[in-house]
């Protein structure tokens, strides 16, 4: 059987893209999930504040997960889990494993939803020894919250992303000794609310402009040293602090999962190391979309689902043929670190950009202009950080507007 959609990972973009290409509807869609359960990340997210923009309440991570699964089951979705998918072939045929055996799955779409994975200890190069104690954000949060493991009594974080914040005030509450979170860059990488909720209410320090430069401890961690650093982020000799600890937690970033994307020969962005993607989230391989984490790390899940949603539909009606010639490209512009899309085919429906910035702003401004830097529009911002996803959208009637085959986001300080 040739299926109309596959969806590779069942986590909160595979579960809103599966919803909404049977809503669009697609008769034969197929989840494909490696887990034991859908939900993805979602399942261990056991804290509130999912929800707020999707469905107007406040949820934890399983109840926001729960909802999709109750839509998922009033429609034919066929789902696999358990399912680890190994290969996606340019013509649509999906290859997996699982308890069943060997399968080869043939898609007219097929939805890339595989998510992200965390940074690890290698891709930082912190010195020191390899005691055990190390660990990531992530890692430390599927063992409190669902294995119901202590991981460490007296505990450093290094990096503020949202989930070394959020562990830090879950450690806090088990008992354990956060000692400081310690983030190299001047200013949080996570969402304001959590550094407030998550630090600030639990008189944990944030040490702005520090890194992690030793970690010390033979069989398990003892200790870390940690300095400031400058703006080159080099350490400042002179400004070493040690503090004793038993575990060092790692929230330095998320990379989309992106093996299968590269393998089956789709484009990937430099900068989000995620796929390069048009307006209806297809890639530049035809009749394969993609969506949330693993086309760029969101900070919030209802973020997800919008984009997810999109690309279900665009996959159910998706029609085949040439693709269109000469695309309109999206560039990130000075102050602006990536946009998703990158590439723009039709002008004749409003677009979404999703965007972030490289730096902390007060009063400013998003402009957007073409190839020969006239403005087509321009939106004012009363604070951005890098921590939060901006998005801005653009009508018909201003893409119309746009020249030479380019738009350039960029931002700007206004007085």
């Given at each position: ?10 986590g909160?973009?595979g579960?809103?893209?599966a ?9 034969q869609?197929?989840i ?26 406040e ?41 069943d ?66 562990m ?7 008992g ?57 982020r ?15 937690l ?9 093996e ?19 307006e ?25 689902t ?8 665009s996959?159910?009606l ?12 999206i560039?990130?512009?000075?102050h ?36 020969a ?14 921590g939060?996803m ?20 960029r ?5």
């Amino acid at each position: 059987m040739i299926y109309d959609v596959i969806i590779i990972g069942g986590g909160p973009a595979g579960l809103a893209a599966a919803c909404a290409a049977s809503e669009a509807g697609a008769k034969q869609i197929l989840i494909l999930e490696r887990d034991m359960e859908l939900g993805g990340i979602l399942n261990q997210c056991i804290h509130n504040g999912f929800g707020l923009h999707y469905f107007k309440e406040e949820l934890t991570g399983p109840e926001y997960a729960g909802r999709f699964e109750e839509m998922l089951a009033r429609t034919n979705v066929e789902v696999r889990t358990d399912t680890m998918v190994t290969a996606l072939e340019p013509e649509k045929r999906v290859h997996s494993m699982s308890t069943d055996g060997y399968h080869v799955d043939e898609g007219r779409t097929v939805i890339l939803a595989m998510g992200c994975r965390e940074r690890p200890r290698g891709a930082i190069g912190i010195p020191g020894t390899r005691p055990a104690g190390i660990l990531t954000a992530g890692a430390a949060q599927r063992y409190i919250n669902i294995e119901g493991f202590s991981v460490g009594r007296r505990i450093v974080i290094l990096g503020s992303g949202d989930i070394g914040l959020i562990m830090a005030r879950r450690l806090k509450l088990t008992g354990a000794d956060v000692l400081a979170c310690v983030e190299i860059m001047p200013h949080s990488s996570g969402l304001k609310r959590n550094i407030v909720q998550c630090l600030d209410d639990v008189d944990i320090p944030l040490l702005l402009s520090h890194t992690v430069t030793d970690i010390q401890g033979k069989d398990r961690v003892s200790g870390v040293t940690v300095a400031a650093v400058d703006a080159n982020r080099r350490p400042v000799p002179g400004t070493e602090k040690h503090f004793d600890c038993d575990t060092l937690l790692l929230s330095v970033g998320l990379i989309p999962e992106n093996e299968l994307t590269r393998a089956a020969g789709i484009e990937i962005d430099q900068r989000t190391n995620g796929p390069v993607v048009y307006e209806n989230m297809e890639t530049t391989l035809p009749g394969v979309f993609a969506c949330g984490n693993v086309v760029q790390v969101h900070d919030l899940v209802d973020f997800v689902t919008i984009e997810s949603q999109k690309a279900g539909r665009s996959a159910a009606l998706w029609q085949g043929g040439e693709v269109p010639a000469a695309p309109t490209v999206i560039e990130a512009g000075e102050h602006v670190t990536y946009t998703v899309p990158q590439r723009l085919r039709s002008r004749d429906e409003k677009v979404e950009i999703s965007f972030r910035t490289d730096q902390v702003f007060g009063s400013s401004r998003i402009v957007v202009e073409d190839a020969a830097g006239n403005t087509v529009a321009h939106f004012a911002r009363p604070y951005m950080t890098p921590g939060e996803m901006e998005h801005i959208t653009l009508p018909p009637k201003l893409l119309a507007k746009a020249d030479g085959g380019l738009l350039r986001v960029r931002v700007e300080e206004t007085v």
